[in-house]
Structures are given as C-alpha cells and as structure tokens.
C-alpha cells in the first residue's frame, strides 16, 4: 500500500510505544495499572455510517488497554456536537477526543474545557483548525493531501469530468477533501450535496445529476457508504462513470474486489480512534505531547484491486 502522507505516522509514534512498553511492564497483564480516568470521544458520527463502528473499536481497544472508561458520544450537527462538548466537561471528564468538524460552532465548547483543564485532542478532522484552537495534538489524515491526490489519481486515469458527492455540507474535513480535488483535477468538477444518510434521496440526487450532465466519467464520493449507491445509480442513469471513494469499509473492500469500486482512501479510523484515547492517555499518566506541532498522520493510502485482498483479511474483523 503506498502512503502519501506528508508526515510519516511513525515520526509521532515512536515515543508512545516506548511510554506504554514502560507503563505496561509494571501491569504484567497486558493492561495498564494507572489511576482510572474517564475520556469522552465525541464525534459528528451520522446514525447509519458504518465508518464510525471502525474509530469507535480502535477507542475500545485502547481504553482496554489504558483502563480507561470510555464515554462515546455523537451528533451531526455544530450546535448539538458543540453541547456534547459541554456536557462532558460538566462531567469532569479527564479528557477529551473530539472530531473538530465544526471549529466554529466548537470554539466556546472547546475553550470551557481548557478553563476546566481538561485536555482535549483533536483526530478525523480540523487538520488545519486544530491548532487555532488550542487543542493538544491532532491524529488523522490531512484532508486537502487526500483530495489532491484523488484529483491527480483522476488525471493519471485520464478522466475528464468528475462529480464529488457531500453528504455533510458545512463539515470541514469534507469541504478540503472537494476542494483538494478541485486544486489538481485538470477537468470539469462539481460537488454535488445530498442529505446526510438518506441514501434513496442521495440516488435520485446521483441519478438526476449524471442525467444532467452525462460526460461525467468519474464519482467519487466522500463516504464509503455512498460508494454503492453511486454505483447503483449508474445503471439508472445509463451512464459508464467509474466510482471512487473516500474511506474504508468491509462493503468497499468487497466492491473493489468484485470490480466495481476502482478504489477507496484509507485513512485507517481504527488508528484515528486507538490514537485520540492512548494520546490523552499518555499525556494524563506522562505529560506527553506528540507530533512536535504537527498532526500525527494516519493517511492517506489507495487501496486498489492490487492490495484489497491484504487489507481484506482486516476489514473482516472490523478494524479497516
């Protein structure tokens, strides 16, 4: 699988293998024996994206792993994200993982937990927000890398007109990843919003669309979920466009093998999610700070009809 990070994801690890190896020695079970602390994850997960079960395991795993109680809450909206924020530093969480989708809606939240002196780190998205607002580190993929690539792999295929399909409008790390495409694609380009996980809705939005503008050649949606309803809408629409996505899921890993998927962006949630929990972790038990001002990376990586049956095996058990 090749990697196109700009940041190598093992620059910002290789201090967190050596802190755990010392904190688990002294466990000798394999989990820590630290004082209990509590972490919200807080994400803008819509109800019926499977992509979110994936950062939500790796969490698990590394809360396990820490002893550490984990509190996962969800909302797709700003204001209601920004209110879980909220509740959680009226809980006195010890920490806090938090998906910056909404810097704006997010900043009074995210500054109350500062105030109570509650870290927060920020993963999946806010990779150029992050910092502005103060939040501890970041670990996740840069989502305008990721949409450049995309638009030179549409190049490399020889496509000339490509449609890029939102199902959050107004979600940062979704805008960069259009935007991304937009800035190296050289052919025709439109995004094109459909409602959240309304899929019969999203399919007659594909299907007018394609019907609209028939040259298309290429869809690439910005969820995984999305890929087998664009692919669906092909053949109501009469068109030939190929389908691309963004994210990975055990449905995409069987599209792309069976053909009908060309390829799929990885940015590996199950790290995003294992890494948000063992980051506050480590800075809880060790005062850590990882990265040196810079997102921890965990993508972007194609995966293809020439490495899907490697990472096949994984996406089985729920973890790609």
């Known amino acids: 699988m090749t990697h196109l990070s700009r940041t190598a994801l093992s620059a910002g690890l290789g201090g967190l293998t050596l802190a755990c190896a010392v904190w688990l020695g002294a466990a000798g079970s394999g989990a820590a024996q630290t004082p209990q602390f509590t972490f919200a994850m807080i994400t803008h997960a819509q109800p019926g994206d499977t992509f979110w079960d994936i950062i939500r395991k790796g969490a698990e795993a590394a809360a396990k792993k820490d002893s550490v109680k984990l509190l996962y809450l969800a909302d797709p909206t700003a204001s209601k994200e920004a209110q879980l ?186 790290v995003e999610g294992y890494e948000a929990i063992d980051l506050l972790w480590l800075n809880k038990i060790n005062g850590d700070v990882v990265g040196g001002g810079a997102p921890v990376l965990t993508g972007p990586a194609f995966v293809n009809k020439d490495n899907v049956d490697e990472v096949a095996k994984f996406a089985k058990q729920g973890t790609r």
Not at 104 to 111: L, N
Not at 157 to 177: H, M
């Open 85 to 270: 924020v909220v509740n959680a530093v009226e809980q006195h969480v010890d920490g806090i993982a938090l998906t910056l989708a909404f810097p704006d809606a997010e900043a009074s939240a995210v500054k109350q937990a500062q105030a109570a002196k509650i870290p927060v780190v920020g993963f999946n998205a806010g990779v150029d927000n992050w910092k502005q607002a103060g939040l501890l580190m970041y670990v996740g993929q840069d989502e305008t890398i990721a949409g450049e690539a995309v638009g030179d792999k549409l190049n490399a295929e020889g496509a000339k007109s490509a449609i890029c399909v939102d199902q959050q409008q107004g979600a940062v790390q979704l805008e960069e990843r259009c935007n991304g495409i937009k800035k190296s694609f050289k052919g025709e380009f439109a995004v094109l919003y459909v409602t959240g996980y309304d899929m019969a809705a999203a399919r007659s939005r594909i299907v007018a669309k394609l019907q609209q503008s028939p040259n298309t050649d290429y869809i690439v949606t910005l969820g995984a979920p999305f890929a087998p309803v664009a692919i669906d809408a092909l053949g109501t629409a009469g068109s030939h466009a190929k389908v691309g996505t963004f994210d990975l899921t055990p449905r995409a890993v069987g599209l792309i093998q069976e053909g009908k998927l060309q390829w799929a962006v990885d940015q590996q949630p199950y």
